[in-house]
């Protein structure tokens, strides 16, 4: 055991409630109890650990099963201990000698898997002598997804059993495999069909007498080098692609090249060294966040788990647009029929059309079949009135965004849907209480904020209305997970959340343009924090006239006095809308390629000369801190005004809605990990320098005051629920 990590503490072992064993005549059962999903937190790889030493020691014993008791396998290493380590709460203490023992007993050992073998539950199933699954079960290493890469021992196993190119994946990428396709692979030596304890124990039974196969012996999948090499190059290309800024999946990919290079011991040392260093970096601590984030939103305090919830079996959209048309997808991928309603045959006609053209690009892209898309579309049926209606369970309202149009819908939908039907609408700024005054049942109404492309976007911001009652709010909220969505509940102010807070960050993107910066040049400070777009370009893809009309409809409730951005505006009234007109910030191709537009920079520095505003250069970390710390600033405002629950609600809209890197964990993580004094220091800088917009929000300065930060905050706040 020379390569268990310096400091890193054995697990000796003490059954105790978390495993048990019991026999099967000569087959021993060991199941690990810990649920919700058997993670290997303190006290399972101890009881593990005694439990093959009791089958070892029992003569009657030949081989000996392990399996999760409960929905699943082993789901991984319990990701609450990570922090505890890297916060020195807790000792770091290595799987690999668990592993090890495993693989080296005598007896077989059968590793049984249903539900998932994740991270860690996959590395323990890869120290078994062999594996055998339920059809359904999913085997993968998602450490990446945390920041971190596999770290007993999974980036030398499994190309031990699967080959490079596919260890190289399933590390790097971190999606999960399908238990027949593991099979396939032979990562899976067996599938079980019917009950799965009883087929392991039977399959135990017929290996009992054979030599027990040790994968960390095995180097036939492993090839030569030669062969090797093209495989990291390629991996390492698409890793700068697809997961641009991620130092994870690089380090996994090291890790599995260990493998083809060293012993399996030396490969274990790179890994843990590896997965340390990415352990205590600020991406994993991020992406720890967010896993947590994306569940604890679901948590709303005044509405409690049990709240009953309405049985959403039909559903009926109004509007066939690209919002409409997209919410529709949604509801029928998630096999709901749904009523969409328009106007007349026209607009449907072009709304289905557009639908039809969606699910073929998804067909084409391999991502449905043929099959699927024909059951979905006959899910969505076009109408143009309101008859049936009073047959679905929950309306979305997805028409153009006016006040008038939209009351005169729901005061439709108030006459003609049934009483416990949920009212939604998908207004992405009006008012939900104000709509909800248009029927005669406030309670029933509430928002639900779909992202463009409906489709395709996780967010799913659900807006309580002040009277939206708790049986709708949880409906929705258990509905989203239903839609592939993340719900996350906000209140009702203007812009809601996120556009609230996006409309600081992309005036902060005009200010800079207006102050000397080029267009490239701020978007591409934005891209390189790691947002997926920048905001110029954004503004460009959603439409430059979306946002001017809701200016020119708000512009009253500007304050005089205080500075505005005007260049998008002018742009508007030059017809440049973005890429519908083929230009806006930037101009396109027919392809809708975007190039530099020199005729935008000359017009904006021509009314910037006009309007007496000095010119400089302007570096990248000033970008990036003026339009991010825009977010921070609001999102705080929000927070405190009670308009989202927690600052990792925050975060997590601004992940899921607005391509915010998930390795920085959100707005306000980033905040927290920069270090809200630095933040707040600087956003006084940029309020004497540009005046009242940039107040420091008050939540802002008094977590600086007393030396806490946004989670902080959240912890207190839950505590205080
Ligand atoms: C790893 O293994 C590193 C190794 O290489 C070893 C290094 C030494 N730990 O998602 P759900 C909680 S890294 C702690 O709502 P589902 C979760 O927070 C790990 N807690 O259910 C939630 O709690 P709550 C690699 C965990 O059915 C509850 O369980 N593994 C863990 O929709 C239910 O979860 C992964 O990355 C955990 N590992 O989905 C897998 N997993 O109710 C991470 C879950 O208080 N997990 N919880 O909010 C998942 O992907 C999903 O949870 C899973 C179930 C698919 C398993």
Not at 63 to 83: L, M, N, P, Y
Not at 116 to 121: H, R
Not at 343 to 357: C, N, Y
Request: charged share 25%; proline share 5%.
């Amino acid at each position: 055991m020379g390569f268990v990590p310096k400091k890193a503490k054995a697990f000796g072992g003490n059954m105790n409630d978390l495993v048990r064993i019991t026999k099967d005549n000569d087959v021993a059962i060991i199941t690990i109890d810990n649920p919700p999903v058997n993670a290997l937190s303190p006290g399972v790889p101890e009881g593990i650990w005694a439990a093959i030493d009791e089958m070892n020691r029992d003569a009657a014993i030949k081989a000996a099963v392990v399996i999760g008791g409960g929905r699943t396998f082993v789901a991984g290493a319990d990701i609450k201990e990570f922090s505890k380590m890297t916060s020195g709460a807790s000792p770091r203490r290595s799987l690999l000698p668990l592993l090890l023992h495993i693989e080296d007993s005598p007896k077989p050992v059968v590793m049984a898997i249903h539900g998932n073998a994740f991270g860690g539950g996959l590395e323990l199933a890869m120290a078994g002598h062999y594996r055998v699954a339920s059809p359904l079960a999913q085997v993968g290493q998602p450490e990446v997804k945390l920041g971190i890469i596999p770290g007993a021992g999974g980036t030398q196993r499994l190309p031990r059993l699967v080959g490079v190119a596919k260890a190289v994946e399933m590390c790097a990428e971190g999606k999960p495999v399908s238990a027949r396709e593991a099979a396939m692979l032979g990562l899976i030596d067996q599938l079980i069909e019917v009950d799965l304890l009883t087929g392991a124990v039977a399959f135990a039974r017929e290996v009992a007498d054979r030599p027990a196969p040790k994968t960390r012996e095995r180097s036939e999948e492993l090839a030569t080098a030669a062969e090797n090499s093209p495989i990291f190059t390629a991996a390492r290309d698409a890793t700068g692609k697809k997961q641009r800024g991620m130092k994870a999946p690089l380090a996994a990919i090291d890790a599995v090249e260990a493998a083809t290079r060293l012993s399996f011991e030396e490969g274990c040392q790179t890994e843990a060294k590896l997965f340390t260093e990415c352990l205590f970096s600020d991406q994993s601590k991020a992406l720890i966040h967010v896993f947590f984030g994306e569940r604890e939103v679901a948590k709303i305090p005044d509405v409690p788990k049990d709240t009953p919830v309405i049985p959403v079996n039909r559903v009926a959209v109004v509007g066939s647009g690209t919002m409409g048309g997209g919410i529709a997808m949604v509801f029928a991928n998630a096999g709901i029929p749904v009523l969409l309603k328009d106007v007349d045959k026209t607009a449907l006609e072009i709304g289905m059309s557009k639908i039809g053209k969606n699910y073929a690009n998804s067909v084409q892209r391999g991502r449905f079949t043929q099959a699927f898309v024909d059951e979905r579309l006959r899910l969505i049926t076009p109408v143009s009135t309101y008859d049936a209606f009073d047959g679905v369970d929950m309306v979305v309202e997805a028409v153009f965004e006016g006040m008038a149009l939209k009351k005169t819908v729901f005061a439709e939908l108030d006459r003609a849907c049934r009483r416990r039907a949920i009212l939604a609408s998908n207004t992405s700024t009006l008012n939900i209480d104000e709509i909800a005054g248009a029927t005669s049942r406030s309670e029933a109404v509430i928002g639900t904020h779909f992202f463009s492309p409906a489709n395709v976007m996780r967010l799913l911001e659900i807006v309580r209305g002040k009277k939206s009652s708790k049986e709708v709010i949880a409906t929705c909220m258990q509905l989203s997970k239903k839609l592939g969505k993340i719900g996350v509940l906000v209140g009702n102010c203007r812009g809601f959340a996120g556009n609230r807070m996006f409309g600081p960050y992309r005036r902060e993107a005009q200010f800079l343009v207006e102050e000397g910066a080029d267009v490239e040049r701020v978007d591409h400070a934005l891209v390189e924090f790691g947002c997926a777009m920048g905001p110029l370009a954004t503004g460009d893809l959603a439409g430059l006239d979306v946002g001017w009309r809701i200016r020119k409809e708000y512009r009253h409730l500007d304050k005089p006095g205080i500075r505005q951005p005007f260049a998008e505006d002018r742009l508007c009234e030059l017809g440049r809308y973005g890429q519908k007109t083929l230009k806006g910030w930037y101009r396109y191709d027919e392809n809708r390629r975007a190039s530099a537009d020199p005729e935008v920079i000359a017009l904006v520095r021509k009314w910037s000369a006009d309007a007496g505003i000095p010119q400089r250069q302007i570096s990248a970390d000033e970008i990036v801190d003026r339009c991010v710390y825009a977010l921070v600033n609001e999102g705080a405002r929000i927070l405190e005004e009670g308009y989202a629950l927690r600052a990792v609600d925050i975060d997590i809209i601004y992940l899921n809605g607005y391509g915010f890197p998930a390795y920085r964990g959100g707005p306000m993580w980033h905040a927290d990990t920069v270090g809200l004094p630095k933040v707040y220091q600087r956003i006084c800088e940029f309020h004497q320098q540009h005046g009242e917009l940039w107040a420091p929000a008050p939540l802002l300065r008094r977590l600086v005051e007393a030396g806490k930060t946004f989670a902080e905050f959240d912890k207190e706040q839950a505590a205080a629920a």
